[in-house]
């Protein structure tokens, strides 16, 4: 056991780290869960009025909570670019998965809850809640605060990596489970874990899960640090912030 919140504990995984709560829901109560029982007003979940809607698709949502500008240009210095086929793992209801086509990305989201699934066709866009409805391979795989939702992480980062192209790249954004973000911050790791959070990546399980393949760990996502990283080599490193990423590239 690492922590303690209430009746749950947080244990770590003794063969690849990974911080799980225990006691832990089952894979299909999780699902139950995020069909309707998971809300956070104003952020991923809440669905928006005719209006509200109407006012984000004219601002392309920029300045608003769900802008993912700052998203693209970090997959642009990762080499994903205009006219890449992407993934959007965790769609939610397609506000993403919309800014990504509109950015020049072919774009299929993918998300567990059926209705934000389905508010998704306001937007035009194409989310799925059906992994085999999802064809063909993805110069990208992308998802934002959703690994640490998942029951199995590692299961869905493999099903990710097998739905790469030769040279594609997943680009994961986490809570950080790791030591050092810890013990900089004790308060703000201790409240990145719960029912909603029933997981959390730490640098040790990135090293369990990529195995030999090309990576990028870090929790530096400056546009400099993306661009260095050579999409050849292994880089971990130190991971002392809020959020982790991690990049995993399918060799050619």
Known sequence: MVACKGFHTLHACRH???????????ADEMTSFY??????????????????????????FVGSGKD??????RLAALGIRPGARLLDYGASWGYATWQ???AGFETIGFEVSRPR?????????RVETDKDAIDGAFDAVFSSHVIEHVPDPRAAIEWQYERLAPGGIIVAFTPNGTDAYRQ???????????????????RRFAEAVVGDRPCLVTTDTSLDRLARWDRQS???DPCDGAGLLLVIRRPE
């Open 16 to 26: 690849c780290g990974l911080l799980y709560r225990h006691p832990r829901e089952s």
């Open 35 to 60: 069909q309707e029982g998971y809300a956070e007003p104003g952020l991923t979940t809440e669905l928006p009025s005719a209006a509200e809607l109407d006012a984000l698709l004219r601002t392309g």
């Open 68 to 73: 993912f500008s700052w998203h693209v240009t």
């Open 100 to 102: 990504f086509c509109k």
């Open 117 to 125: 699934a389905a508010f998704a066709e306001r937007l035009g866009v």
């Open 184 to 202: 900089r911050d004790p308060r703000g790791w201790q409240n990145s874990w719960g029912q909603v959070h029933p997981v959390l990546l730490t």
């Open 234 to 236: 292994q880089a971990f």
